[in-house]
Every structure is written in C-alpha cells, then in structure tokens.
C-alpha cells in the first residue's frame, strides 16, 4: 500500500486502532464537520440509548425510539410523523434518561486525544489533526455527483482494510472504527 500512496507514514505495527480512535476523535471533536443528513437518516445515531446501554424501545412495538426535535417527544424510529431528530442531548422517556446515540459516541470519544495516540502509534499528534483535515476536506461533504443521470453523493475518501489489519488483535474494533469513520461523512458505502 505504501508503494502507492503519496505519503506514507510509518506507525508503529499494531497500533492501528489507537490510530482510527484518535483520528475519530479530531473529525467528532476538533474539527465537528460532519455530513448530519447521512447520519441522521441512514445511521442509527438518532436513536435513543438508555441508562443501562440498550437502546430505549417502544412498550407497544418493542421498536427503538428516537427524539423527534420538532415535536418533542420520542417516537419509533418508522414513524411517519417524525420531523426532525435529535443527534444531541438528554431526554426522558418512560422516566428514563435517555441521549441519542451520536451523544453517547461524541461523550466516548473525547477521551482518544491526538496526544493519547502519539505515543502509542509514534505517529506525531499534528500529523494525526493534519490527516484527519484532509479526511474531512477530501470527503466533500454535500457533494454529488451525475452517474447516468442519476445523482449520487459524492465522498471521494476511503480506507483500506487489508491483511496486516485483520491479522492483529482487536481487528474488529478497527473495521468498526473505519466504518464509524466513514459515516461521520457520509462516505460509508459509496
């Protein structure tokens, strides 16, 4: 892969997750440029997680709720009537405190500081917000593009799950960091 790229930057071998951690970190937290639409309607960021960690459901249906902005209450997440939802915040339902699952996520990854991860990856912490600039940058978050008349977005970012990845421990945690990464700007399956 290195071969290719136009920049390689030596980390130190099986510090991948530290890395993606980290480099979530600076586009949820520092930089806060995100494609909101992708994940309000095609994520489950919306959806309400309640104090024990599950997501907050439905007496009726046992369908899992989320918090309608516009009108101020939680509603199945199928809910014609739904307006606007809420990415952000704490809400009460059945008694419960609830908060959206993009709160939860935001709360949980501030603690992976670009400076956290330097000294595990050895990978400079301004070379971590450098990337994680370009990574927002080069997604063109609200950009689209014409395939045959038809409009598509148009997130020219990815990364690369290869062997070296998947070989090591915590694997899994790093292709969900990558996927998490992608929808942050609407790049995940594009």
């Not at 639409?37 to 369908?63: C, H, I, M, Q, W």
């Not at 959206?100 to 990978?123: C, D, L, N, Y």
């Not at 990845?165 to 990464?181: D, P, V």
Request: glycine content about 8%; some cysteine.
């Amino acid at each position: 892969t290195a071969a290719k790229a136009d920049e390689w930057i030596p980390i130190k071998p099986g510090t991948d997750l530290a890395f993606e951690l980290t480099l979530i970190h600076v586009v949820l937290i520092e930089i806060g440029i995100l494609d909101i639409d992708f994940l309000k309607n095609f994520t489950n960021s919306p959806y309400l997680v309640g104090p024990e960690g599950y997501f907050a459901r439905d007496g009726e249906t046992n369908k899992a709720l989320l918090w309608d902005a516009v009108d101020g209450k939680a509603k199945t997440y199928d809910d014609p009537s739904i307006k606007d939802v809420a990415l952000e915040g704490t809400y009460y339902v059945d008694g419960l405190e609830c908060r959206p699952v993009f709160q939860v996520m935001k709360e949980h990854f501030r603690q992976f500081s670009p400076e956290w991860a330097a000294g595990i990856t050895e990978i400079p912490a301004e070379t971590i917000r450098r990337i994680g600039r370009e990574w927002v940058d080069q997604a063109r978050i609200g950009g689209a593009i014409d395939i045959n008349g038809v409009m598509l977005p148009y997130r020219p970012v990815a990364t690369k799950i290869g062997r070296g990845l998947t070989g090591n421990m915590r694997s899994y945690q790093s292709i969900l960091c990558e996927h998490i990464l992608a929808a942050l700007v609407g790049a995940l399956e594009t």
